[in-house]
Structure formats: structure tokens, C-alpha cells
């Protein structure tokens, strides 16, 4: 135990539980924790071991083997090993990051990995009477349209994940005596990332080493709201503190998300500026096409991008695996808005975003990231 954690100050302070603790949330959750002395204890969980985990040096002194289990969260035998701490006392807080995050793969492997984590770990923090329950869930859950979606707003899951993690959400509200808050969030980005944000940076640099125009589909306007990873720890911090102030009668739902209100727009001026390369839409016809043959297209632009970007890698000098892809997940390439109104938190808390919006300057420092740990072309 280090020293800052022994003094008498320290055991005031909340033991936390991080399911998914290495995954891209929850190592920035687990490094804010850190960063700020928040926590008397920190016990992070994963299937995959810190090694396999593409750690940038930052996330060293925070995700350590003394603070890391290995664990299906999902089985009930893991328990005592995720949940018993040595002086017998429970977690204060659990912050639920797990779950499958890749797009398009079957609904068994969400229900298994993401419903069923979530209401297993669900579940066992009813038992054992946890303060605080912190549900990690997504944007997508919302039937898509331009204007942004309030918490009250109509649900329509627009992808297999959003469809499980909306069960999930509606189930775990119904377990008995589970203390519950659930985090709807927009494409998190920041360093490091591999998701929404690091597809798109990959296809442009491809893009640029073939000397292409890099076109979208669908209109200019199709909105795909961001947050910043850092952001989102902040604020699921601020969340849990919160709800041990605030008096409830149902289960707290907030959006995260930044006020840029970022549009395929936003995102083809950014990488025209960062890359100096030409962007564009198509126009009706492809759009058309795309629409019906949507399976055909991904394809098609897949089978553009991957053998140049292995070509780009192989040239750098680039011989370990990374997690970076220009690889297009075909329900992130859906004609759906992901467009949030993140006021509520805002207003219920007064949370401040500290990155208010997407811009050049976060897409350099996502670039500056992946070149400082060798991932980059």
C-alpha cells in the first residue's frame, strides 16, 4: 500500500471497483482517480492483462498489477476474487467500463459480454449493498435525429451494442435495492484512441498517401457528436458524487457530450485542414446505392484502405500490431444521427467540459499520441 493511502485522511475517502479498468474509459477513469487522490483504494478488473492492453506510459503508475485482477466479470465464480477486499469492508463505488465494444458482431456475443456483465455486476452490488452503480452506456440508444436528444427522448437502438446496452439499462433499473446511474455517451476520443475518431484519422492518412479525394456519404449535416475521454472521467466522478447529495425517485440517465455538436462537416473540414488533402460528399445517386447495397460499399471502401495502410506500416518500419485500422465498421456507417443534448448533467451538477468542442488542435494531439507510442505511418 503506498504511503498517501495509510494516512488516517485516506480511509475517508471511497474504495472504487473499475470493471473494464483497462479498457479506453475506464484507464482514464482509473488514472483521474489516481491523479487526484480520490479513492483509498482502486481495484481494476479486465479479461485482458495489462501487457496486451496498449498502455502509453501515463496509465503505468495507476494500472498496476497490484491493483489489477484478471476476471471474466460475467461469471459468477469470479466474484469473490472482483468484489472481497482484505479488510472485509465492500467497494464504495463501482464503475461498470466493461463489455463487447466492437461494432457489427452478433447479438450472442452482446448479450453474453454486455447484458450479461452488466446485470451479473449489477446484481452482486445490490447484494452487497454498493453506494453506487455507475451503468457506462451509449448515445446510440436513441431513435437518431438532427436535433439533439434529451434523457426523456424516444429510444430507437440504432446498432446490436446499443440494442443490449438499452436492456441493460431497463433491467438493471428493475433490480431490487441497486443504487443506479447510467451515462449515455457520444464517440469518445482522445489520445490513444482507436474508435470512431482513429478510423477516420487512419482512412485520411491513407487517403493522403494515395493522393485521394476522401468523400463521405450522406449529407454534410449527419451528426456524430463527440466527447473527450477526459471529459467523460471527470464526469463520472462528478456523477457518483452527486448522487449520494441528490434525492431520487427514479434511476439518473445523463448524456455526455461536447458543445461542438460535430457534424461529418466538422469532421471533413478538420481532416482537410490537418492533412491538406481534398474532402468531399457524394452525391444522390451513390448515396442511393449505398443505401441498398450499404454491405457491397463497406466492402468496397475496406478493400481501398487496408492493403495501402499495411503498406504504410511496412514502410515506417512498423512491425508490431497496434489498434490502430482504417477498418469501416458498417453500423458506424449508417445514415443515423448521433446527436445529444448533454445539458442535464450540466445543469444537475455544474459540470464544466473542460473540451468543449472537436478541433485541430485535439486531432494533432490524438496524432502526437499514436506517434509517441510508434502506432503511426
Not at 451509449?138 to 437518431?144: A, C
Request: charged share 30%; glycine share 6%.
Amino acid at each position: 500500500m503506498a504511503a498517501d493511502e495509510a494516512t488516517p485522511a485516506a480511509s475517508d475517502r471511497p474504495a472504487v471497483l473499475i470493471i473494464g479498468g483497462l479498457g479506453y474509459t475506464g484507464r482514464f477513469l482509473a488514472k483521474y482517480i489516481h491523479d487526484n487522490n480520490l479513492a483509498s483504494e482502486i481495484r481494476l478488473i479486465d479479461k485482458h492483462l495489462p501487457e496486451l492492453a496498449w498502455l502509453a506510459p501515463e496509465f503505468k503508475d495507476v494500472c498496476t498489477r497490484e491493483r489489477f485482477v484478471q476476471a471474466d466479470a460475467a461469471r459468477e465464480q469470479s466474484f469473490p476474487r472482483i468484489f472481497d477486499r482484505a479488510n472485509g469492508k465492500e467497494f464504495d463505488y463501482v464503475f461498470n467500463c466493461g463489455g463487447e465494444t466492437r461494432f457489427s458482431q452478433d447479438d450472442e456475443v452482446y448479450k453474453l459480454r454486455t447484458y450479461g456483465l452488466s446485470m451479473a455486476m449489477g446484481k452482486e452490488a445490490a447484494r452487497r449493498k454498493i453506494k453506487v452503480f455507475v451503468e457506462n452506456s451509449t448515445g446510440m440508444v436513441y431513435k437518431p435525429d438532427a436535433v439533439p436528444r434529451k434523457e426523456t427522448d424516444k429510444t430507437k437502438p440504432w446498432s446490436k451494442l446499443a440494442k443490449w446496452k438499452l436492456q441493460a439499462e431497463e433491467d438493471l433499473a428493475e433490480i431490487e435495492g441497486l443504487n443506479l446511474l447510467i451515462f449515455r455517451t457520444a464517440h469518445v476520443y482522445g489520445p490513444y484512441t482507436s474508435k470512431f475518431l482513429g478510423t477516420a484519422l487512419c482512412m485520411a492518412r491513407v487517403y493522403q498517401s494515395l493522393g485521394k479525394e476522401m468523400k463521405w456519404l450522406w449529407k454534410d449535416e449527419l451528426r456524430t457528436n463527440t466527447v473527450h475521454v477526459e471529459d467523460v472521467a471527470r464526469a463520472l466522478w462528478i456523477g457518483v458524487e452527486w448522487y449520494g447529495k441528490a434525492p431520487r425517485t427514479t434511476t439518473p440517465t445523463f448524456n455526455l457530450v461536447d458543445h461542438g455538436n460535430t457534424s461529418q462537416k466538422t469532421m471533413a473540414g478538420l481532416i482537410h485542414e490537418t492533412f491538406k488533402i481534398e474532402t468531399g460528399f457524394h452525391g444522390t445517386l451513390i448515396n442511393t446505392f449505398a443505401r441498398m447495397n450499404l454491405d457491397h460499399v463497406v466492402d468496397e471502401v475496406n478493400d481501398e484502405t487496408l492493403d495501402p495502410w499495411a503498406d504504410l506500416q511496412t514502410k515506417a518500419g512498423i512491425s508490431n500490431s497496434t489498434p490502430l485500422t482504417p477498418f469501416m465498421e458498417k453500423e458506424l456507417l449508417r445514415d443515423m444521427d448521433l446527436s445529444l443534448d448533454g445539458s442535464l448533467f450540466e445543469q444537475e451538477t455544474g459540470f464544466q467540459y473542460q473540451h468543449e468542442m472537436l478541433s485541430k488542435e485535439e486531432l494533432d494531439k490524438v496524432i502526437e499520441s499514436y506517434k509517441a507510442m510508434g502506432w503511426w505511418p
